[in-house]
């Protein structure tokens, strides 16, 4: 099992462009989710998916969009990039609310 | 809403030294509790949990007990390592089949020296 993974590992973007953050999960969970983490603030829930087909917003989702079209994949969406969205970024699955797996990261930098 | 506090960093404490880091939360309902691990450059790992009052979790030596009555789920281990150097979160999930993610303290960075 590869568990969660999650690619880029680094991005460098200018204001206003747009990209995908990949996760994808071998683990047949239903959950799964995206936080950003920024020093001093600990995790923060962007968007999370309850199974295929079904998405909602976390505490912060402005300026991300998701879908979850397979059970395996969660693509993250930044529709135009904003100096704000630097940050660390993590998926994370669970087959029950809760006890999640985590991936390796995202580190992204809005120049 | 639902909110964890847990105590400042960085901890420094020499190896072999008793470690406590508080975590109290705030949350509707019976949530339940968790211990969060990160280390340098990687992503969290899950280290222990509680899923109602009185549970004990544990984990390579680390303990917490859900408090109820003090909204508390305090990390403790007995003899620290420099390996167990990290970052340490408290986590809760609300109960009744919320799906909707964790909720995190701020984390507290633990440095044991040799």
């Known amino acids: 099992n590869a568990g969660v993974t999650q690619t880029p590992k680094f991005q460098v973007l200018k204001t206003g462009q747009s990209m995908t953050l990949q996760c994808a999960q071998d683990?047949?969970?239903?959950?799964m989710s995206w936080y950003r983490q920024d020093p001093g603030m600990g995790l923060r829930l962007i968007h999370y998916?309850?199974?295929?087909?079904?998405?909602d917003q976390g505490e912060v989702p402005n300026g991300y969009n998701v879908s979850r079209s397979t059970t395996e994949d969660f693509p993250l969406r930044l529709l135009s990039a904003a100096p704000s969205q630097t940050s660390v970024y993590f998926c994370?699955?669970?087959?029950?609310?809760?006890?999640?797996?985590f991936g390796p990261g995202t580190r992204l930098t809005v120049t | 809403g639902d909110s964890v506090t847990q105590m400042e960093g960085p901890v420094t404490l020499s190896e072999e030294a008793f470690l406590t880091i508080n975590c109290t939360y705030t949350?509707?309902?019976?949530?339940?509790l968790f211990w969060y691990v990160q280390y340098p450059g990687e992503g969290l790992q899950l280290l222990l949990k509680?899923?109602?009052?009185?549970d004990k979790g544990s984990n390579k030596g680390f303990e917490a007990t859900y408090r109820k009555e003090t909204t508390s789920f305090h990390l403790e281990k007995g003899s620290v390592q420099v390996s167990d150097s990290a970052v340490y979160f408290c986590a809760l999930s609300r109960s009744g089949g919320g799906a909707d993610g964790l909720t995190f303290g701020k984390g507290t960075h633990l440095i044991i020296q040799p």
């Open positions: 509680a899923t109602k009052a009185d």
């Open positions: 949350a509707t309902g019976y949530p339940s």
């Open positions: 994370a699955s669970s087959r029950a609310p809760g006890e999640q797996y």
């Open positions: 998916s309850v199974g295929a087909g079904i998405t």
């Open positions: 683990m047949n969970h239903e959950y």
